[in-house]
Nanobody, 124 residues
C-alpha cells in the first residue's frame, strides 16, 4: 500500500511559480512510477507529468512542456512538480498518483494510488 499527500498549492499571479510536493508512505514507493494529474472545474482529470522509479524516464503533457518539471527524491519518498510561467488555464486541483509498476504511465487507469489533491489557482 502507498499513501500520498500533496502540498504546495495556492494562489499565484500569472507568470509566477509554485512547487508541489507529494509525500509518500509505503515501502514500495521508491520502486514505483509516479505522476501528476490535474482537474479543472467541469473538466476531466488530465495527465500533466510522469516519472519512472529512478527518474530516468520523464514525460510531460504538451500544455506544460518547457514550464513544468517533475522530479523525485526516493530517499525522502517525495515527488515534486516545479511549475513556472503559470497561466490562468493551469488553474485546477492537482493530484499526485503512484503505480504498482516501475515504468511510467500516461493514463489515469495505469495508476493505483491517489492523493487527495491540492488546489492551484492562477490569477490573470
Amino acid at each position: 500500500q502507498v499513501q500520498l499527500v500533496e502540498s504546495g498549492g495556492g494562489l499565484v499571479q500569472a507568470g509566477g511559480s509554485l512547487r508541489l510536493s507529494c509525500a509518500a508512505s509505503g515501502r514500495t514507493f521508491s520502486s514505483s512510477a509516479a505522476g501528476w494529474f490535474r482537474q479543472a472545474p467541469g473538466k476531466e482529470r488530465e495527465f500533466v507529468a510522469a516519472i519512472n522509479w529512478s527518474g530516468g524516464s520523464i514525460y510531460y503533457a504538451d500544455s506544460v512542456k518547457g514550464r513544468f518539471t517533475i522530479s523525485r527524491d526516493n530517499a525522502k519518498n517525495t515527488v515534486y512538480l516545479q511549475m513556472n510561467s503559470l497561466k490562468p488555464e493551469d488553474t485546477a486541483v492537482y493530484y499526485c498518483a503512484a503505480r504498482d509498476h516501475a515504468r511510467t504511465g500516461l493514463t489515469r487507469m495505469e495508476y493505483k494510488y491517489w492523493g487527495q489533491g491540492t488546489q492551484v489557482t492562477v490569477s490573470s
